[in-house]
């Protein structure tokens, strides 16, 4: 593969370090390893923490943050420096990669315009909102702001072809798509420390059943506390550790869900949010299964992660979710919102892991991440010719 002149790339979107989510994670894996081939890269995002630099650079990524307004919707923020700085910023580099849904995609669309720099998206999920009249609102003016921009756009990154198939963002696109994995690393798990985090967490001989990801309405984790029903009269020992986020502030789920999860209490544990890749990794290998119940999913790297750190995966019947237990057979698919088909999919991984594994060299064949980073590169230079 003929290496591309070395490129300028401006990359937009919300939030950014020390913000960590899996799309958060997707962005700055591409960002540094751009950066480690010689391209030029720079971030554009909201001071979403008062405490954080306007201009700083980490692992070679320069990160430009504008202070926000006090006004703020659910998780978005107000920038009045945003069009200014987009348009400064634009002028110095050879193309944009923005990432949707957000509500500043028409407006980017547009200054890439003013500038001549082509706009890339990367699609990292429909917005889909509870009912009520507002949230309607919400949905169809930010995707009529989509819409504007993905008429403009030369390419449109997906996760998988299932997903654009199956989204109502994308499909109208789909001669635009090009699917692109997404970056998935993980480091080698370290089997004593696993070990001793297992004896940590497993009452007895009990299975030890994971879940990764904030505990948020959208992922669904009552589904998984409320599958302990079935798995309970199998494992009566069984234990679900949650690693994530899970009392949050602009959510109301651990309110919401607290009558089940005092329920279940001695079966439950939560570990709050970990950040550090090592412990994700020696996480992945304690437990025997991870299990992502989510009635909506675009992709989960956790999935990925896990695999690659050899543990099976059960995935609800979600376009895009269900790709990699379908591509790598490492793991089962449980269909969407039926908590007891659930458990039974747990207890059938559980009772017969081995048909499930694959090596780490399998799962990479698949999701590959510099063949990812390859296929943005390529996209970039392109675009910018």
């Known amino acids: 593969m003929t290496q591309p002149k070395n490129l300028k790339i401006l990359i937009c979107l919300l939030y950014y370090l020390p913000h960590r989510t899996g799309m958060q994670l997707y962005i700055q894996r591409i960002a540094e ?9 720079t971030v554009l995002c909201a001071r979403h923490l008062p405490s954080l630099p306007n201009d700083e650079t980490i692992n070679g990524v320069r990160i430009v943050r504008l202070n926000v307004a006090p006004l703020a919707i659910s998780r978005g923020m107000v920038m009045p420096a945003y069009p200014w700085a987009a348009f400064q910023l634009m002028r110095q580099h050879d193309v944009v990669n923005i990432h949707t849904p957000m509500a500043e995609t028409a407006l980017l669309s547009v200054i890439g315009a003013l500038t001549g ?44 072809q299932d997903y654009a198939e199956n ?4 499909r109208p696109y789909l001669h635009k798509v090009k699917v692109i994995h997404p970056p998935i690393t993980m480091p080698e798990p370290q089997p004593d420390r696993a070990a001793q985090l297992r004896a940590e967490w497993q009452h007895g001989d009990g299975p030890l059943i994971g879940f990764a990801g904030r505990f948020v309405q959208e992922k669904r984790p009552d589904l998984l506390i409320q599958s302990l029903d079935v798995i309970l009269k199998r494992y009566p020992n069984a234990r679900i550790v949650f690693a994530g986020q899970y009392d949050i502030p602009y959510e109301r789920t651990w309110e919401l869900y607290k009558p089940i999860v005092d329920k279940y209490r001695e079966h439950l544990i939560f570990l709050g949010l970990k950040d550090d890749m090592q412990f994700m990794a020696d996480f992945f290998r304690a437990v025997d299964v991870l299990a992502l119940t989510s009635d909506s999913e675009c992709f989960a790297l956790v999935q990925v992660e896990a695999m690659l750190a ?14 990699p237990v379908q591509a790598t057979g490492m793991g089962k698919i449980a269909p969407r919102g039926d908590a007891e088909a659930i458990g039974r999919a747990i207890v059938e ?5 081995a048909a499930c594994r694959r090596t780490r060299a399998e799962v990479e064949s698949v999701f590959n ?6 296929q943005y590169e390529s996209l970039f230079a392109a675009a910018a010719r």
């Open 349 to 353: 991984v559980l009772g017969d892991p």
């Open 117 to 160: 720099k082509p706009v890339i998206p990367t699609h990292h999920g429909d917005l889909i909102l509870p009912e009520g009249l507002v949230n309607r609102i919400i949905q169809s003016v930010m995707f009529g702001l989509y819409r504007f921009m993905a008429w403009r756009a030369p390419n449109i990154v997906a996760y998988t």
């Open 167 to 170: 989204s109502y963002y994308l």
């Open 369 to 374: 991440f510099q063949r990812t980073v390859d």
């Open 310 to 323: 050899g543990t099976p995966v059960v995935m609800t019947d979600t376009p895009g979710g269900r790709v």
């Open 33 to 41: 390893e751009l950066v480690r081939r010689g391209h030029t890269v």
